[in-house]
């Protein structure tokens, strides 16, 4: 039986995470939770699973990382803020399931240098996928990583037609049901961006090697191309519940935990290139992460304040990347990488970016 601590849990992940467990209760044992600010549905989960160790904010969440005896942390909160509990649970020696991909982005080699091989399992369904699909082959053998994206809601139109979105086009996702920062990040394709990032945090498969696609229906969740032209899919209906699972009993499998497609009835499934120049948050994030040191931090921070403006009606949709764009041209980084630096650096970017939102208003 697997212990596992709940980071989020009363968001969609970990309210996800724990219908999984109490499916699987043979299998698992919840044995400490945390969340931000839902202290009524906190202590409704803690009573329903009869968990001792329930707490409220990130700090909170680090300590009970490191005071937990525990084989398996879901790290599901949303933010930079998941940073501190990502590392404590890597200190410790816990399995780490990751649905924070902010932790691993603006930490950089701080998680990575860290981390044992096998130590982090990712929970975002794309990175799931790759993981999955990076089974039939050796590394050495990988010629791409191919990441899916739905396109959000606002696949085809131009920038000229971005212009005029507003806060509640941006978050009438077409097809995942999502918080309001990672759904706003899926309208501008920022969340995209900040899974390359951590695609090649994880695998270690160069930029430039890995690609992205728009696949609306969201039925094929990535792939991998082999130096031999195969292509090996990872397919599902779109459900949160598979990859959170397996982040949990990596590299078992659960049995029944989300719907198969229905090969009786016709699929009608479609690919289409990134309009990159369009939507530039992704080659910005190429950029930010090639680059690496606090630059990514910077691009996370930057962003975060950028949503939150958008959703205060004070910048509009193309402003949010056209924001991020101008903080982390103006970021001059340490020469060393250190978590104070990247503590350090996102102060310097929300600044920035708040000041220059003053300025837009």
């Known amino acids: 039986m697997r212990r ?3 980071l989020g849990s009363t968001g969609s992940i970990g309210t ?31 009573h329903a699973f009869g968990v001792k160790k329930a707490v409220l ?37 816990k399995t780490l399931a990751l649905a924070n991909k902010e932790s691993l982005i603006v930490g950089g080699r701080l998680v990575t240098e860290l981390a044992k091989p096998g130590q982090i399992v990712p929970v975002d369904s794309e990175h799931s996928a790759l993981a999955q699909c990076l089974l039939a082959g050796e590394t050495a053998q990988v010629r791409k990583l191919i990441l899916t994206a739905s396109g959000g809601p606002f696949r085809g139109w131009s920038r000229e037609q971005l212009e005029s979105v507003t806060p509640e086009q941006a978050l009438k996702h077409p097809t995942w049901v999502m918080g309001k920062v990672v759904t706003t990040n899926s309208a501008t394709l920022v969340n995209k961006g900040l899974e ?12 430039e090697r890995i690609e992205v696609t728009v696949h ?4 094929v969740h990535s792939m991998v191309e082999f130096i031999d032209g195969s292509v090996i899919a990872q397919a599902s209906p ?3 519940k598979l990859p959170i699972a397996l982040g949990m009993s990596w590299p078992e499998r659960l049995a029944n935990v989300s719907p198969a497609l229905d090969w009786t ?19 910005l994030a190429r950029q930010v992460g090639s680059a ?67 300025t837009a208003c």
Do not use: C
């Open 4 to 6: 596992v601590i709940i």
């Open 265 to 283: 009835q016709s699929h009608n499934w479609s690919f289409e290139p990134l309009d990159e120049k369009v939507f530039k948050a992704v080659s």
């Open 196 to 207: 390359i990032i951590e695609a090649h945090l994880l695998f270690g498969i160069p930029f």
């Open 57 to 93: 904010g990130a700090e909170a969440a680090t300590e009970l990382v490191e005071t937990t005896n525990a084989d398996v942390v879901v790290n599901g909160i949303t933010g930079s803020i998941g940073l501190a509990p990502t590392l404590a649970a890597l200190r410790t020696g």
């Open 292 to 358: 690496g040191f606090t630059f990514p931090a910077v691009y996370n921070a930057a962003n975060e304040e950028a949503v939150e403006a958008f959703h205060q009606g004070r910048i509009g949709f193309n402003q949010i990347v056209d924001l991020i764009e101008r903080v982390v041209d103006a970021h001059t980084p340490e020469t060393e990488l250190s978590l104070a630096g990247v503590l350090a650096a996102e102060v310097w970017a929300r600044e920035r970016a708040n000041a220059q939102i003053a």
């Open 216 to 219: 609306p229906q969201s039925v």
């Open 238 to 240: 779109p459900n949160m």
């Open 16 to 46: 996800q995470a724990l219908e999984v467990i109490a499916a699987n209760s043979d299998r698992f044992e919840v044995v400490g939770l945390a969340a931000g600010t839902n202290s009524e549905l906190l202590e409704s989960q803690a």
